[in-house]
């Protein structure tokens, strides 16, 4: 009914810029907050940044200054930018996205299957 659909991720060294898209698509009446989130071997899941319906973000403190979200609210679509990387950014990144929909259930939230971001040193 909803997917979410990552690309975008990939090795680079430290210092170098990767952009991650995520793109929803199926039964849609309206998205309201999209985000990304990460999870590095042997640590929980954390919020990386989100951005709202009405374009308000937020980011982790880890990232401020260095990574920037953005959204196509028309394509449904939201991006990542990673410049400045570093080793301690490899993770896996998942999109996440508050989905309004016509068909059960309508009010919930979905996660992409996640793509791989390593950064070596």
């Known amino acids: 009914q909803v997917q979410l659909v990552e690309s975008g991720g990939g090795l680079v060294q430290a210092g170098e810029s990767l952009r991650l898209s995520c793109a929803a698509s199926g039964s849609i009446v309206s998205i309201n907050t999209m985000g990304w989130y990460r999870q590095a071997p042997g640590k929980q899941r954390e919020l990386v940044a989100a951005?709202?319906?009405?374009?308000?973000?937020n980011y982790a403190d880890s990232v401020k200054g260095r990574f920037s979200i953005s959204r196509d609210v028309a394509k449904n679509t939201v991006f990542l930018q990673m410049n400045s990387l570093k080793p301690e950014d490899t993770a896996v990144y998942y999109c996440n996205a508050h989905i309004i929909s016509p068909v059960p259930p309508p009010n919930r939230f979905y996660w992409g299957q996640g793509t791989q971001v390593t950064v070596s040193s």
């Open positions: 951005v709202t319906s009405g374009s308000s973000t």
